[in-house]
């Protein structure tokens, strides 16, 4: 069954970059769109959608112009690069592949990855 790993947050000051990286393994997200989410360490109910690319690559939303998502099929590998981070970006940032080619309905997502914690200090 397909498994999502997302790795490259960690603490950065605010004003500051991170790219995020999540990885499939055991299937593929090609033909697919991934979606990016954020969950807050105090709400861990509320999911926020940040992105959501199509499987040929088109961010088909992004809810933030500080942020960009990009992916590599051959790599089985959807990036989100964040930039001028602000402390109001804290949270735990989750990908999830869609079951649909082009869009990424948070209540109805194919697989979840565990995420990957952004920290960014004020």
């Known amino acids: 069954q397909l498994q999502l790993v997302e790795s490259g947050g960690g603490l950065v000051q605010s004003g500051g970059s991170l790219r995020l990286s999540c990885v499939a393994s055991?299937?593929?997200?090609?033909?697919?769109?991934v979606g990016w989410f954020r969950q807050v360490p105090w709400n861990e109910r509320a999911r926020e959608e940040i992105?959501?690319?199509?499987?040929?690559?088109v961010v088909v939303k992004s809810v933030y112009g500080r942020f960009a998502t990009s992916r590599d099929n051959a790599k089985n590998t959807v990036y989100l690069e964040m930039y001028n981070l602000k402390a109001e970006d804290t949270g735990v940032y989750v990908c999830?592949?869609?079951?649909?080619?082009?869009?990424?309905?948070?209540?109805?997502?194919?697989?979840w990855g565990k995420g990957t914690l952004v920290n960014v200090s004020a």
């Open positions: 999830a592949r869609s079951r649909y080619r082009s869009n990424c309905p948070a209540d109805d997502m194919y697989t």
């Open positions: 055991k299937d593929t997200m090609d033909g697919y769109a």
């Open positions: 992105s959501c690319i199509s499987h040929d690559g």
